[in-house]
């Protein structure tokens, strides 16, 4: 029972082995896995990047139409009022051009869209067109809509400064499709990538979604790129799918699990056939008709567990069953088999499990007992002669077993079995009287 308890243990460790093994493998391959593909997805991103800043410069019409004004001059709109009308007439695109002297709308194109806003204050419109005033830089901002008007567009706002006097800015709304077109969004979802495209507020509090190609994702991890405009914007992405899908994951999950089957298959057929070796060995050195070891096998099991462990505590016994031969008169095989199960069975009643144990003949025996701390052999040796004292009726008469022994101990009677055979053999003879 010990030995399978041993076993079950063993199986239930190298389980429990294997089983880390594979999750610290999957682990592994999911994470050079992630990290390929986040290097990949920082390469996009780092090329978008750059394409980026000369995409809005490219848009900004605003900075362009604010050079038409003179600022010793900004009394004179003429020139931005013919280029703002071409721009409006010639690209569709545009929403419309405006000019605010100082705080005041001064000109608006197209005149019979929006004519009517002409005059109003600055602090009459989204607060997005006063940014640019009070940041003091150009300013992108979107998606908005003209007062009332349904029509989503981003505002390229220029500001006029004549030294550090504000006299005005330059603004130029487009149609947010357009601009949101030119970034070169549907590249990223061309190379299996998902994107998230939001904004901060100016005071970096409101979160807002300009566009996203899969609202459903979850962009937490995914990689990030903030610019200002100036409010705060980002672009997030990441491999459609997640950058292990859900199919990836359990194909991983599955190759370590197999894996780990193989690996386990592998160690119980070492196991085996270890262990049937073992066995061979086992019976190439076990007597029939004993079930005990032959001397051959028990010189080779005693100086085999000596090799292992040098500090072995072990003691050898010498047993003789006196009157045996009388004792055993007129048996059977059977019934003489089932006295020498009864001798084996004391053995591992009195004796651990790993004691060794040979006949010598027919009356004589020899038992190897390793004993650990706390274990006392010559009291085990008692217990287990008392055991020996058998008896039985034969023609009439009982017939009565008396077991004499000896002992000797590793090292102080010898350093190998077959040296503490020959001392125990040499104490019996000169305990016995006879001459050795």
């Known amino acids: 029972m010990k030995f399978k308890k041993r076993q079950a243990l063993a199986a239930a460790a190298l389980v429990l082995v294997l089983t880390g093994a594979m999750l610290a493998l999957s682990g592994a391959v999911k994470n050079a896995l992630l990290a390929e593909r986040m290097a990949a997805a920082q390469t996009v991103e780092a090329g978008f990047r750059k394409g980026l800043a000369e995409t809005f410069g490219n848009l900004d019409e605003a900075e362009k139409l604010s050079y038409t004004i003179d600022l010793d001059d900004s009394d004179n709109l003429e020139p931005f009022r013919k280029r703002a009308r071409r721009l409006v007439e010639e690209n569709a695109h545009i929403a419309y051009a405006a000019y ?3 705080d005041t709308l001064e000109f608006i194109y197209p005149e019979e869209r929006f004519g009517g806003l002409a005059g109003k204050d600055m602090a009459d419109f989204a607060y997005s067109v006063t940014l640019a005033k009070f940041a003091k830089i150009p300013v992108v901002e979107g998606p908005a809509s003209l007062d009332g008007e349904g029509e989503d567009v981003f ?3 220029q500001p006029l400064y004549r030294g550090a006097d504000y006299i005005g800015e330059a603004v130029v709304a487009m149609d947010s499709g357009y601009v949101l077109s030119s970034l070169g969004l549907e590249e990223l979802e061309d190379g299996g990538y998902d994107y998230e495209l939001w904004r901060l507020d100016f005071l970096g509090q409101t979160k807002t979604v300009i566009q996203s190609s899969n609202p459903a994702a979850d962009y937490s991890d995914a990689v990030k790129h903030a610019f200002s405009l100036p409010a705060t914007w980002n672009i997030s992405i990441l491999p459609k799918g997640g950058w292990i899908t859900r199919g990836e994951r359990a194909a991983i999950g599955l190759c370590a699990l197999a894996l780990g089957l193989v690996l386990l298959l592998a160690a119980a057929l070492l196991w085996r056939t270890a262990y049937l070796q073992k066995r061979l060995q086992v019976a190439k050195y076990t007597d029939a008709d004993s079930g005990l070891a032959t001397m ?5 099991f005693v100086d085999k567990r000596l090799a292992k462990a040098q500090d072995a505590r072990l003691c050898v016994l010498q047993v003789q069953l006196g009157g045996f031969r009388r004792f055993t008169k007129f048996m059977g095989r059977e019934e003489l088999a089932a006295f020498l199960m009864r001798f084996r069975q ?9 004691t060794i144990a040979t006949r010598l003949n027919d009356d ?8 650990g701390e706390g274990q006392d052999p010559a009291r085990m040796a008692e217990d287990f002669v008392l055991q ?3 008896k039985r009726r034969l023609e009439g008469r009982k017939v009565f077993i008396t077991p004499r022994y000896c002992t000797v101990s590793y090292p102080e009677d010898g350093r190998d079995a077959l040296s503490l055979v020959q001392v125990a053999g040499k104490r019996f003879e000169a305990a016995s009287g006879r001459p050795g």
């Open 100 to 102: 605010f002297r100082e």
């Open 155 to 157: 505002l390229f706002l």
């Open 296 to 300: 051959e096998g028990f010189l080779f």
């Open 346 to 354: 004391g053995i591992l009643d009195c004796f651990p499990e790993d």
């Open 364 to 371: 004589t025996f020899l038992l190897a007992i390793f004993t």
């Open 388 to 390: 020996l004292h058998w």
